[in-house]
């Protein structure tokens, strides 16, 4: 019913930037939090940073001051501008709703992206 669709991954040098954009599409009536996770190779899956839909926001401390998240409410759309990429972010980064109430008024659980990669390299 409701799909996550990521962009913007790629390869960048360390103290670069990326943008990475989700777009949630479906019959969506209201979405109460989105946000970013990451899982590098042989670690668990993170949370990076979140946004309600009032706009309150949430960053792991490894991200806080490099990472802003931002929210369209009218377009079900986030994006994360990721600045001074270390190496250490270099992971697979998933989009995520939380609390995604349809048309029909059902409340769906957690709806996850496909991941795009993000690799910070020289």
């Known amino acids: 019913q409701v799909q996550l669709v990521e962009s913007g991954g790629g390869l960048v040098q360390p103290g670069g930037s990326l943008r990475l954009s989700c777009a949630a599409s479906?019959?969506?009536?209201?979405?109460?939090?989105m946000g970013w996770y990451r899982q590098a190779p042989g670690k668990q899956r993170e949370l990076v940073a979140s946004?309600?839909?009032?706009?309150?926001?949430n960053y792991a401390d490894s991200v806080k001051g490099r990472f802003t998240i931002s929210r369209d409410n009218a377009q079900n759309t986030i994006s994360m501008q990721m600045n001074s990429l270390k190496p250490e972010d270099t992971a697979v980064y998933y989009c995520n709703a939380k609390g995604t109430v349809v048309v029909s008024r059902a409340r769906l659980p957690d709806v996850w992206g496909q991941g795009t990669l993000v690799t910070v390299s020289s």
């Open positions: 479906g019959s969506i009536f209201s979405i109460d939090a």
């Open positions: 946004i309600t839909s009032g706009g309150s926001t």
